[in-house]
């Protein structure tokens, strides 16, 4: 049964748990992950610069409980059947979907991703729930050894059993999506979850702080701590907290990582990404430049994901770039709610300063500008997409990670030069590389230093797939069947 909060809608419900201090006035809303010094938790839109809400943080009192709420509820799910938690995250997925056009309005206010854009994803959260309600049970089976006079026993197996209470810090490029991706398969195995989402998407952690219990889970099974990143340590370091699990930037997850190592707690860390985008002689390219725009531009090119460095064979540089540059130059970017527009706001202040930066200091150095180059001269934080070339080692923008979009354009003299530009920088987070030779493709597959190669198409997370990087991309994996066993015991049980 879903424990529904009848007549509420969205917005109500949200208003009701809100504490709104003040509206209309304009602060910077940089990221807590991307930078270290503190900011409000608001509500900002970006495609205007409005703060629309200000919420008071958390304070100790509040945590404590949740905490408290957390462990408690652990000690009563962890005592349920899979086909309970199924029925409830079954519901948790209808809830989604039933609020999709709502909670994703949400979405693009607070973080600026195209409409569409923005439904999907939470109808993509729908799915990732309902396919770890159908698939946890197997999933964490008992794993019995084939042959248990091997170990002088009479029988032997493994069992996974949940851990307890599991921190989540996550980021606002995709305030659902990353969040369900973790809380799904941890609630699905026993776990109970509490939420630091970023600051800058207090709505929609709000919605999540509610969304398991109305589906039927007990009361704080999952919570969202409405808290600074100057209260992250110490939530940590809580004995409640079992493990951690961070999205973010590279010294996010350096301090989260080391704070919980010191603990001795399992960490998991998706941190960025500056992913290659190979195209080769044999490729169609056409379809390699049309599903670039898109790779480089999805989510405002706010993705960890997203192709990045376009790395292209010689032979076909020129023409690749010319319709790359043409494809980029012919996107409507403008107000995201706007269903006509394809390319929003940059979603803080921050992050467009930074982007900006980046750029500068590549045409400082000598860098050609195929295309944009430039913030939007209007209200908010838009930055024109962008296609620079010529790119040098001196400049930032080879080794950093630009997140807003701006495509990278390399040429390469063959396939060994384009797998050392690709495997050049710190990052490992995935790939793309298009090719109609199969050799050419078990090369790539093979060599490319990355947690997942996509031949002949853009990178996508699936539930059904692990996801996850290498090298300061991070390590662990969320989704399939290696996302769920992330966050358990593993117990070996012998009989003699």
């Not at 079992?242 to 998706?270: D, F, Q």
């Not at 921050?350 to 045409?363: C, F, H, S, W």
Request: proline letters at 5%; one cysteine or more; hydrophobic letters at 45%.
């Amino acid at each position: 049964m879903l424990r529904e909060l009848r007549g509420c809608r969205i917005k109500k419900l949200l208003a009701g748990l809100s504490r709104v201090v003040r509206h209309g006035s304009t602060i910077n809303p940089t990221s807590w992950l991307r930078r270290s010094t503190p900011m409000a938790i608001a509500t900002v839109n970006p495609a205007t610069g409005e703060t629309i809400k200000e919420f008071t943080p958390d304070d100790s009192a509040v945590v404590e409980q949740k905490l408290a709420e957390a462990q408690a509820a652990f000690q009563a799910l962890k005592k349920t059947t899979f086909a309970q938690r199924a029925e409830w995250m079954r519901a948790a997925a209808d809830l989604l979907d039933a609020d999709a056009e709502e909670l994703g309005r949400i979405i693009t206010i607070e973080m600026g991703k195209p409409i569409a854009q923005s439904v999907a994803e939470v109808h993509k959260s729908a799915k990732g729930a309902r396919y770890y309600a159908e698939n946890a049970a197997r999933f964490l089976a008992d794993e019995p050894l084939d042959d248990p006079s091997l170990v002088n026993a009479s029988q032997a197996y493994a069992r996974y059993q949940p851990l307890g209470v599991i921190l989540a810090v996550m980021p606002w490029n995709y305030p659902l999506w990353q969040v369900l991706r973790f809380a799904a398969p941890a609630l699905m195995a026993g776990n109970t979850g509490v939420l630091k989402h970023a600051s800058n998407v207090p709505q929609s952690a709000l919605y999540l702080d509610t969304l398991f219990e109305r589906a039927g889970f007990p009361t704080g099974a999952f919570h969202t701590l409405l808290i600074g990143s100057g209260a992250v340590d110490a939530v940590i370091r809580d004995p409640r907290i079992k493990a951690v699990t961070l999205t973010g930037s590279e010294p996010a997850g350096r301090s989260v990582a080391s704070i919980a190592a010191r603990e001795i707690k399992k960490s998991v860390l998706e941190l960025g990404g500056s992913d290659p985008f190979i195209v080769l002689p044999s490729a169609d390219l056409e379809k390699a430049a049309t599903t670039g725009v898109a790779a480089r531009t999805i989510n405002n090119g706010q993705s960890c994901i997203a192709g990045k460095r376009f790395i292209v064979h010689q032979d076909v540089y020129d023409e690749f770039a010319g319709l790359f540059a043409a494809k980029i130059k012919a996107l409507t970017v403008g107000d995201p709610l706007d269903a006509s527009v394809q390319v929003g706001p940059i979603a803080t202040a921050g992050g467009l300063n930074d982007l900006q930066e980046l750029v500068d200091d590549a045409v400082a150095k000598g860098a050609q500008v195929l295309a944009g180059g430039h913030a939007l001269d209007r209200p908010g934080y838009f930055f024109e997409p962008t296609i620079l070339a010529g790119l040098t080692d001196d400049m930032r923008l080879v080794m950093e990670e630009a997140f807003g979009p701006v495509a990278s354009l390399y040429p390469a003299k063959d396939d060994d030069d384009a797998i050392r530009i690709a495997n050049q920088t710190t990052f490992g987070l995935s790939s793309s590389v298009w090719t109609s030779d199969p050799a050419e493709e078990a090369y790539f597959v093979e060599n490319l230093d990355a947690g997942a190669v996509f031949v002949n198409g853009m990178t996508v997370s699936y539930p059904e797939l692990p996801f996850g990087g290498i090298k300061a991309s991070g390590f662990g994996r969320e989704l399939a069947a290696a996302g769920i066993k992330e966050f358990v015991n593993l117990k070996t049980v012998w009989r003699g």
